[in-house]
């Protein structure tokens, strides 16, 4: 079965540090992708990756980079958290072709910011 | 930018009743992804549909696409306490082959 481990479940942070979110998976996905989940909004991309050192932005990357150094690590970066990135966190992987593969998905983060 | 709405956002069934959701896109789709969310959970993929006019089974769920690859539904017979959650759709953009979501259908079963 696949495993998505996200690095912590809940996480609570002040407005303007730097936030590390930490993916891996253990299925030699090519294809990683970053979630955020909002109620109403339903599930929005922001950075996804389909090869080591690879990313591509996804419909709201703004406040948002990525880092896959390795291919079973996927890293969220928040630069300068801010309140309005209060959210709901998801984390995927899939194989390849990404476009017609399903995700498979961590448990999430719920990242609150002060 | 491609959207796909996904309808009803809420809906409330008393257990046994059946229960609805459907996906529509403006344009033409490649193929459909279902996946559903538990409260306090994980989206978790169901089916993924890819054929005009698809029908495919999942025990008391059923997985419709449209005839003309626009649409899609899924449809939980007799629904009973175990199907509350949030299904969601997922198509993938003919512009950017990205997996779009639609906002999710959230099922409440009163016992």
């Known amino acids: 079965d696949v495993k998505v481990t996200q690095s912590s479940r809940y996480l609570v942070k002040r407005t303007g540090e730097k936030v590390f979110l930490e993916c891996v998976q253990d299925?030699?996905?090519?294809?990683m992708f970053w979630y955020r989940q909002d109620p109403g909004l339903g599930l929005r991309l922001i950075y996804f990756?389909?090869?080591?050192?690879?990313?591509e932005k996804g419909d709201i990357p703004e406040g948002y980079s990525v880092s896959r150094e390795k291919k079973e690590r996927f890293s969220l970066i928040l630069e300068s958290a801010s309140t309005n990135q209060t959210s709901m966190y998801l984390c995927a992987s899939s194989p390849a072709p990404y476009h017609n593969s399903p995700l498979h998905f961590g448990n999430g983060t719920r990242l609150t910011v002060t | 930018g491609q959207q796909v709405m996904q309808i009803p956002q809420y809906q409330h069934v008393q257990e046994g009743e059946d229960f609805t959701t459907y996906c529509n896109s403006s344009?033409?789709?490649?193929?459909i992804q279902w996946y559903k969310q538990r409260p306090g959970g994980h989206p978790v993929f169901l089916i993924q549909l890819v054929k005009s006019g698809e029908v495919k089974k999942q025990k008391r769920l059923t997985f419709q696409f449209g005839e003309a690859k626009k649409n899609s539904s899924l449809h939980i017979t007799a629904t009973q306490t175990t199907d509350v959650g949030t299904y969601f759709c997922a198509v993938t953009s003919s512009n950017t082959g990205k997996l779009i979501f639609g906002q999710g259908t959230t099922l409440q079963v009163k016992p």
């Open positions: 299925m030699d996905h090519e294809n």
């Open positions: 344009t033409t789709l490649s193929n």
């Open positions: 990756s389909y090869d080591v050192k690879m990313k």
